[in-house]
Structures are given as C-alpha cells and as structure tokens.
T-cell receptor, first 110, second 114 residues
Framework: QKEVEQNSGPLSVPEGAIASLNCTYSDRGSQSFFWYRQYSGKSPELIMFIYSNGDKEDGRFTAQLNKASQYVSLLIRDSQPSDSATYLCAVNFNDYKLSFGAGTTVTVRA | SAVISQKPSRDICQRGTSLTIQCQVDSQVTMMFWYRQQPGQSLTLIATANQGSEATYESGFVIDKFPISRPNLTFSTLTVSNMSPEDSSIYLC???????????FGQGTRLTVV
C-alpha cells in the first residue's frame, strides 16, 4: 500500500525561528512531491513542488528531497504568525493521483 | 493555473436524501478528482472523474453511493446519495493537467447531514 507519513504535530515555533516539517513515502518509484498549506476552513494551496534530489528554495521556503531515503522535507525560515496552518505533504505515485499525508499543524508564536 | 468554482459551499441535508456538488474549472484540464476531508483529517481520494467514461473509485468508495459525472473537460459533479450523518464532511474538487504539475482545489463543500 502506498503511504505518505508526516511527523506528528502540532509544531509550535517562535516568530522568526525555522519550522522543519518532514515527510516519508513508501513507493520508491514516486515521481513528484508537493507541499500544500491549508488554513482552517480553507482549501489547500500549493507552496512548493520538487521533482529532483536536493534543495529547492522559494523565498522563505526550502523543500528538500532525498529519493534514496524516500524523504522530503519543508523548511520555513523566519516563521511568521501568518505561517500558522496545516501543512500537507503530497506524493505522486506514478499516476495522476496525489496521495496526501495526515498533515502537520504549525503554530507560530508571536 | 486553474480556478475552480465549487458549489454549494455548504449545505445541511436530511438523512436519506442526496446532494449533488458541482465543480467548474475555468480552463480545460486533463484530470479531475473528488476528495473528502473529515474534520481535522487529511484528504482522502474518493475517485477520479474520467471524461467520457465511468469514474475510477478508490477502495472503500462505490459508484452507487458517490455517482460522478464528467461530461466535458471543465465540469464534474459528485452526488452523495442516501446520506447518513457519517457522510458529514468537506468535499473537495481538484483538477490537474499532468503528473508534474500541481493540483488545484475548489473551495470545498461543507456538508452536514442531520
């Protein structure tokens, strides 16, 4: 069974700190990886996607992918109260479908 | 990018009745999906809506309970049939072009069955 696991939350970080979110997946053949942010009562919105091993940076966000370890992470630098949300890791298992992890709720303390 | 309009945004329904949720995309998309999200939970895929053919359902979901239509490349409907309180959830429509592109989501339908 294809699974996506995220580190359990909630994760509380002070404003300005780095929030680190982790995700592992079961299928070594997975092709693409996505991080979504979901505010309470809203639908998920894409933060970043990554396909190749290594780091990908976009503003305060950095996604890291290690296909050998079947691991993808998201770092949020200089965390802001507006970053408080649930972060969903999504993995593409060789077809069009996205499988989502359970999500990690992040709270940034002012 | 794609903008997805989903309606209704919320509804309260009597048990035993059915509700049809509509999803309209502002451009043609390859794939459309329907997800369910229970409060505090992640997204569970119900089915892939296939244009011109029957939807492909995930384990635990059946066509009689969740009939899906997709008459063209921009529109899909999900019906929740013979509802019970256990069907109370948020239902999300999603669209995607290719395996290497993001999935876009509608704003969701918050369903309460009483």
């Amino acid at each position: 069974q294809k699974e996506v696991e995220q580190n359990s939350g909630p994760l509380s970080v002070p404003e300005g700190a780095i929030a680190s979110l982790n995700c592992t997946y079961s299928d070594r053949g997975s092709q693409s990886f996505f991080w979504y942010r979901q505010y309470s009562g809203k639908s998920p919105e894409l933060i970043m996607f990554i396909y190749s091993n290594g780091d990908k940076e976009d503003g305060r966000f950095t996604a890291q992918l290690n296909k050998a370890s079947q691991y993808v992470s998201l770092l949020i630098r200089d965390s802001q109260p507006s970053d408080s949300a649930t972060y969903l890791c999504a993995v593409n298992f060789n077809d069009y479908k996205l499988s989502f992890g359970a999500g990690t709720t992040v709270t940034v303390r002012a | 990018s794609a903008v997805i309009s989903q309606k209704p945004s919320r509804d309260i329904c009597q048990r035993g009745t059915s509700l049809t949720i509509q999803c309209q995309v502002d451009s043609q998309v390859t794939m459309m999906f329907w997800y369910r999200q229970q409060p505090g939970q992640s997204l569970t895929l119900i089915a892939t809506a296939n244009q011109g053919s029957e939807a492909t359902y995930e384990s635990g979901f059946v066509i009689d309970k969740f009939p899906i239509s997709r008459p063209n490349l921009t529109f899909s409907t999900l019906t929740v049939s013979n509802m019970s309180p256990e069907d109370s959830s948020i239902y999300l429509c999603s669209a995607r072009q290719t395996v290497n592109t993001e999935a876009f989501f509608g704003q969701g339908t918050r369903l309460t069955v009483v």
